[in-house]
């Protein structure tokens, strides 16, 4: 196992097998638990077209108590205003229902893979739009969506509030808006979806309600699945980053996911750190720099092996 960074300890999942379904699982021992999730169908695309301001509201895939929403805001690692701005551009999907902002980067040559990415409960911002600049230096064409009708919270209470009055289907609309995208805009590219906190079990459920246009999931403390039946529909590999001092994303669900995904035979593989919630954001009151640097590392191998 690769030596761990200082200030982030890895339990990693060994796994067995070259993939999908049939290849086996075996964790460091997590307690036991379930999780809760939920899912809902999705509606068709229609069309596609750049534009300039924008709007989307969306849906929740676990409730917030007031515990998580008085997380906060990180005052030492702010995000710099003078740091590079994002190297992509704005644009709409148009979906059934309105228009859904999205945010694309693309990579220099052709894409070697497209990445579907999923924003935190926070909503599109500066951040996660420099996430898919970094993964459009790494070649993938990346689209970050807005599952927020272009609202961006400021504090906890907001991102709560946010995340609460989302709406299931317009959001399921918005991910198969941005796979459709991606799989006409990739050069028939491998793709993957990636999401953090909210945007991690949005990741999931992306995958699993469109199975057939995912090759590969990566889920940063984000709601788990256990319904094994649905879970045996992934047709790739999936990435879990799990942090040991999570209070939402707990141990026990992240051992029973372990486990859920282990009897549906998805080769999957975790990396639980000691570190809390929203690790990797470094605009967070819970960031951990060595923890989110090794997070990210693992997840960029992960991604050049899948696509």
Request: some cysteine; aromatic content about 6%; charged content about 25%.
């Amino acid at each position: 196992m690769t030596p761990t960074p200082k200030g982030a300890r890895v339990a990693a999942a060994i796994r067995a097998g070259s993939g999908g379904r049939g290849s086996r699982t075996r964790a460091c021992p997590i307690p036991r638990g379930t999780p809760e999730s939920r899912s809902a169908m999705r509606i068709p695309l229609l069309v596609l077209t750049l534009a300039l301001p924008a709007l989307a509201q969306e849906h929740v895939h676990g409730a917030v108590s007031d515990k998580d929403a008085q997380v906060p805001v990180n005052q030492k690692h702010p995000i710099d205003p003078a740091s590079p701005r994002p190297k992509g551009q704005d644009l709409f999907l148009q979906i059934q229902g309105g228009q859904a902002k999205a945010y694309v980067a693309r990579p220099a040559a052709k894409p070697r893979g497209a990445v579907l990415v999923l924003h935190e409960w926070w909503g599109l911002n500066e951040w996660v739009k420099s996430m898919a600049d970094r993964l459009a230096s790494d070649g993938y064409l990346a689209l970050a969506i807005d599952l927020y009708k272009g609202k961006v919270a400021t504090d906890p209470k907001e991102a709560g509030a946010l995340m609460g009055q989302k709406d299931e289907k317009w959001g399921d609309a918005v991910e198969e808006g941005g796979l459709e995208w991606l799989k006409s805009n990739a050069g028939g590219a491998k793709v993957a979806t990636l999401g953090w906190c909210m945007g991690g079990g949005e990741s999931l459920k992306t995958s699993l309600n469109d199975p057939k246009d995912v090759n590969a999931t990566v889920i940063y403390y984000g709601m788990p699945v256990t319904d094994v039946d649905r879970l045996k529909t992934l047709r790739g590999p999936v990435l879990g980053i799990w942090a040991d001092k999570d209070g939402w994303i707990t141990p026990d669900k992240v051992k029973a996911f372990d486990d859920a995904l282990t009897r549906a035979g998805v080769k999957h593989e975790f990396h639980a750190y000691d570190a809390d919630h929203a690790f990797a954001n470094p605009s967070g009151g819970k960031y951990n720099g060595p923890a989110a640097a090794d997070a990210w590392q693992k997840t960029r191998t992960f991604l050049a092996k899948s696509l």
